[in-house]
């Protein structure tokens, strides 16, 4: 590539192309509240799309070479797109409103809303620099867009020759229902592209084994927002799409593009041991405190035959009362397996205030506290200053 095709490329890149992209995204999410309303669909008019984008723009403001804020800003703005033409098909062919103009583009576009899925996973390839480990991911990466390539093609050509013959049936998203011609088609290209996805997550799991210092901070950040996704994501569907609590659990996916964010900008970067110890104790001491209250509810209700509020506000009682014990034994477990260094620091501040209650020399106590400070926290300098009193 010459200096000047670099050059033209990085200047296209630019801050100002990732804040008129964002202003799209947002002019597409505000399009698709009525297209939702008048089609009863759920076309992703949601915080979802708009955590996406904004995360997409900050990186590429603030990073514009690394590709990985441009991923996200397409992604979310051709799924959007593709949403968006889905709901206005929906109205002008299955809601009976066929005078809508550029009715057939709109059902062209549609199939976008599914075929931007793949950019996604590319992010957890290129994370946290947008450079790959090495020459061979290339061979990798062709072959993953070939396959794309291959699926879009074919969907395309099944999609432009139902708009051509004039006989266009669509599925609940907007896209052509007759894509899936001949049977089977689609999942001998899907188990392929699973599978390389499943190699681009290996790969950052081989890197943290690897990496060190800043590094395995950054890839924490990545593994604990996804974490946190897919158990969102398993228990809104395991609920159902029709129930309040799965749609609010759904909203836990933002946290992969959060930690993806906050592992690139590295802000805050080291808090995310402390997260990870939080996330674990508070989780580990609701399941307990919730398998107690309903164990003691059944046992009054089902063996002692109480069947009065007093029994349901007893357990109330009981399983309050041993919030604050379970969760302090429970953090100190948590944090001696998933933060070390904290585990190890409250050690040596509890034993330091054990050994001062006895202590009666100043300047042994000022040497020490400077130890303990040091070993606990590390920092570069220490320095103790001492009033000096009459």
Not at 204 to 227: F, M
Not at 325 to 340: C, G, K, S
């Amino acid at each position: 590539m010459t200096t000047e095709a670099t050059a033209r490329r990085y200047r296209l890149a630019s801050p100002a192309t990732a804040t008129v992209l964002g202003a799209l995204v947002l002019v597409l999410n505000a399009i698709a509240v009525p297209l939702a309303g008048l089609t009863v669909l759920n076309i992703g008019s949601d915080l979802l799309n708009l955590t996406f984008a904004g995360v997409g723009v900050v990186v590429a403001r603030r990073q514009p070479r690394n590709p990985i804020g441009w991923i996200l800003l397409i992604f979310i703005f051709v799924a959007l797109l593709g949403n968006d033409a889905g709901g206005y098909a929906v109205l002008a062919y299955t809601h009976g409103h066929q005078g809508l103009p550029l009715a057939p583009v709109a059902v062209l576009l549609a199939p976008l809303g599914y075929l931007a899925i793949p950019a996604f996973p590319l992010v957890i390839l290129l994370f946290p620099d947008g450079r790959l480990a090495s020459r061979r991911w290339r061979w990798v990466l062709w072959a993953y867009a070939g396959l794309i390539a291959f699926f879009a093609a074919i969907i395309y050509a099944l999609t432009i020759a139902a708009v051509a013959s004039h006989t266009i049936r669509l599925d609940s998203s907007g896209s052509t229902a007759n894509t899936d011609h001949p049977p089977g088609w689609i999942g001998v290209v899907i188990v392929p592209v699973l599978m390389i996805w499943l190699s681009f997550m290996a790969h950052q799991v081989l890197s943290w084994r690897r990496a060190t210092d800043e590094r395995r901070q950054q890839l924490k950040w990545l593994a604990c927002g996804a974490g946190i996704s897919l158990a969102s994501f398993v228990a809104a569907v395991a609920l159902g799409a029709t129930s309040t609590l799965a749609q609010v659990l759904f909203y836990g996916v933002a946290a992969l593009p959060v930690s993806i964010g906050i592992g690139i900008l590295k802000f805050r970067l080291y808090d995310i041991d402390r997260i990870i110890s939080r996330t674990l104790a508070y989780a580990t001491v609701t399941g307990l405190l919730v398998g107690l209250y309903a164990g003691l509810v059944l046992l009054t209700t089902q063996v002692f035959r109480v069947h009065t509020p007093v029994a349901v506000a007893a357990s109330t009682l009981a399983a309050a009362a041993l919030f604050n014990p379970v969760r302090r034994r429970v953090q100190q477990m948590v944090d001696r397996q998933f933060n070390r260094a904290r585990y190890d620091a409250d050690q040596t501040i509890a034993a330091f205030a054990a050994r001062l209650k006895d202590a009666v020399d100043l300047d042994s106590v000022r040497d020490e506290l400077a130890g303990v400070v040091h070993q606990a926290l590390e920092p570069a300098h220490v320095s103790v200053w001492l009033s000096q009193r009459d």
